[in-house]
């Protein structure tokens, strides 16, 4: 798991990142990053970081943590490129999943129970 904390100010930045991840989550066949919950923590009386009670206080996202995104995937100097015919297609498959993603992301659709589903193009 990663966590991503917000402090309070930024509160409303924190709902908007929540509720992307929330809508990325409701098809599972697509390879990004996971929303697992949500929290928020009160840093409590003691704390010195500021005098105003909403810096006190943080939220946090809880996401699946990925070893390493693309570019550092391509840069690592161990990857060798691949040989063998098996290889090459596995090795191009794998990289349509990302593609896959991306439409995803920007072709969205959202079910809702009694109406059609709601859809973002972007």
């Known amino acids: 798991m990663a966590l991503k904390s917000y402090r309070g100010n930024k509160e409303p930045v924190f709902d908007l990142e929540r509720n992307a991840f929330s809508g990325l989550n409701l ?4 390879p990004i990053v996971r929303y697992l919950g949500c929290y928020a923590h009160d840093l409590g009386e003691g704390s010195t ?5 909403n810096m006190r206080k943080t939220y946090n996202l809880l996401l699946e943590y ?3 995104d ?4 391509w840069a690592d100097e161990t990857n060798i490129p ?3 015919a098996e290889e ?3 090795y191009w498959e ?3 999943e990302i593609a896959k993603a991306i439409r995803h992301v920007h072709n969205l659709e959202i079910p809702r129970e009694k109406a059609p589903p709601r859809k973002f193009h972007g």
């Open 27 to 30: 098809n599972s066949q697509v």
């Open 49 to 53: 970081t500021s005098s105003d009670p």
């Open 66 to 68: 990925g070893e390493q």
């Open 70 to 73: 693309l570019y550092e995937y």
């Open 82 to 84: 691949p040989v063998r």
């Open 88 to 90: 090459i297609i596995c």
């Open 94 to 96: 794998s990289l349509f």
